[in-house]
């Protein structure tokens, strides 16, 4: 099975900065695709990001972009003048193109944004 | 907008007692999936199901079931609640594509304490 990991439980960044939240995977697949989810406290997960593997080029909307590198098996969120609503649990997850449409989610990073 | 809902929010049961959790969403999607949601774990797959009457465990079925006799409506059992079995459950639904960017959309969750 695929593993998703992120490396930091915790962040926290000024209103206005940049953060970015890592995450990296293994996989021997080729092809498949990548989600960042967004869990605001007491409310319910919706997707911010989503990537696929065959595609080079970043994905971007509006103030959140990826650094995806394939290679190094990366997939880092970058979240731009940060506001208090981005406050949330971030996870990571990873769906095979091969095997149906489950997703391997990561342990997730709670962001916290200070004014 | 997609609509995942869960019966309950918050639910408190006893040792023993036969749990069921149910989900339903409005936009016919063929896929549900069950997630169990545990501080520093992340999200894990409980069961999933691709069809109506069809079923598939996911990484973490153990004294769990499911049932979906209906396409919008996707219920997880517990057949004896433990307390290890106190957790956040999450219902997600999804389409089907081959090939495509296929998103999640989550339910509200439901917060089970065993008692």
């Known amino acids: 099975a695929q593993t998703v990991t992120q490396s930091q439980p915790e962040m926290s960044v000024q209103e206005a900065e940049t953060v970015t939240l890592s995450c990296t995977y293994d996989t021997s697949e080729s092809d498949y695709y990548l989600f960042w989810y967004k869990q605001p406290p007491s409310r319910q997960m919706i997707l911010v990001i989503r990537q696929e593997a065959y595609k080079q080029q970043n994905a971007t909307e509006n103030r959140f972009s990826v650094n995806f590198q394939k290679a190094a098996k990366s997939f880092s969120l970058k979240i731009s003048d940060s506001q208090l609503g981005d406050a949330a649990m971030y996870f990571c997850?990873?769906?095979?193109?091969?095997?149906?449409?489950?997703?391997?989610f990561g342990k997730g990073t709670s962001l916290l944004v200070t004014p | 907008d997609v609509k995942v809902t869960q019966s309950s929010r918050y639910l408190v049961k006893r040792t023993g007692e036969k749990v069921f959790l149910e989900c339903v969403q409005d936009m016919d999607h063929e896929n549900m999936f069950w997630y169990r949601q545990d501080p520093g774990l992340g999200l894990r797959l409980i069961y999933f199901?691709?069809?109506?009457?069809?079923?598939e465990k996911g990484d973490i079925p153990e004294g769990y079931s499911v049932s979906r006799e209906k396409k919008e409506r996707f219920s997880l059992i517990l057949e004896s609640a433990s307390t290890n079995q106190t957790s956040m459950y999450l219902c997600a639904s999804s389409p089907s594509g081959a090939g495509s960017l296929i998103e999640q959309y989550f339910g509200p969750g439901t917060r089970l304490t065993v008692t």
């Open positions: 199901s691709y069809d109506v009457k069809m079923k």
């Open positions: 997850a990873y769906r095979s193109a091969l095997s149906g449409y489950a997703l391997n």
